[in-house]
């Protein structure tokens, strides 16, 4: 077990695609029922224009870390740039066009 509860089996997981289904769907994210002892979410800033989960959606996603706050993993699309890269590379752009 960790610090935060989490068991040490379900925290190997971690950069690893996992499957679940959404259980929620909210302006904020999906909720996503992996079997595991918490919740997944993908966080809007992972959500596309033209993605439509609905609630019993089967969804595969990269388990990117547990966010103690959140007490929740937090998830991300096969095909989405992790979000510290995202602003690396608009931190770049900004970079170059100064």
Not at 77 to 98: H, I, K, N
């Amino acid at each position: 077990m960790t610090d935060h509860g989490v068991p040490e089996a379900e925290m190997s997981l971690v950069g690893r695609v996992v499957e679940g289904e959404a259980t929620a769907v909210f302006p904020w994210g999906v909720i996503v029922d992996l079997g595991l002892s918490r919740d997944g979410l993908i966080d809007v800033l992972y959500i596309d224009d033209d993605d439509n989960y609905q609630v019993g959606d089967r969804v595969s996603c990269y388990l990117d870390a547990f966010d103690e706050m959140k007490n929740k993993f937090i998830l991300r699309p096969p095909g989405q740039v992790p979000l510290a890269e995202r602003l690396r590379r608009a931190e770049e752009r900004r970079g170059l066009s100064s």
